[in-house]
């Protein structure tokens, strides 16, 4: 009986020390979400000397959760870049366990300034 207990013990210690936490997760993809960002604003806004700004960031669980269909976790980040008298804002969406991020905006809800 002991002898599952620590077993048990060992089993939980392992599966907690191989999860990610989510700040952790967020530091993680914050560099790859701001040269997103930082990129597509060179674009749209025709100009190389750009700076960024983390404006919010946050986990986004998975719309299909259950014992059968799991969605994928993501990141999702707000940032502002400005440069050359102008600025816009970008929605970065890094999904978990993929290699790279995509730029949403500047659409709908978010305009150039």
């Known amino acids: 009986m002991a002898t599952l207990r620590a077993l048990m013990a060992l089993i ?9 936490s ?3 997760f967020l530091d993680n993809k914050q560099s790859m979400a ?16 750009t700076s960024a700004t983390v404006i919010s960031r946050e986990v986004i669980q ?3 959760q259950g014992p059968w269909v799991n969605g994928i ?8 870049i400005s440069g050359c008298g102008k600025k ?4 970065v969406i890094c999904p978990d366990g993929g290699e790279g991020c995509f730029a949403a905006g ?8």
């Open 12 to 20: 939980v210690l392992l599966i907690l020390a191989g999860c990610v």
């Open 22 to 24: 989510q700040a952790q």
């Open 34 to 49: 701001i040269q997103t960002a930082s990129n597509r604003a060179q674009f749209e806004l025709s100009c190389q000397d």
């Open 62 to 64: 998975p719309a299909l």
């Open 73 to 80: 976790q993501r990141a999702e980040y707000t940032i502002g």
């Open 88 to 91: 816009a804002m970008f929605v």
């Open 106 to 113: 500047p659409g709908r809800f978010h305009h150039e300034y």
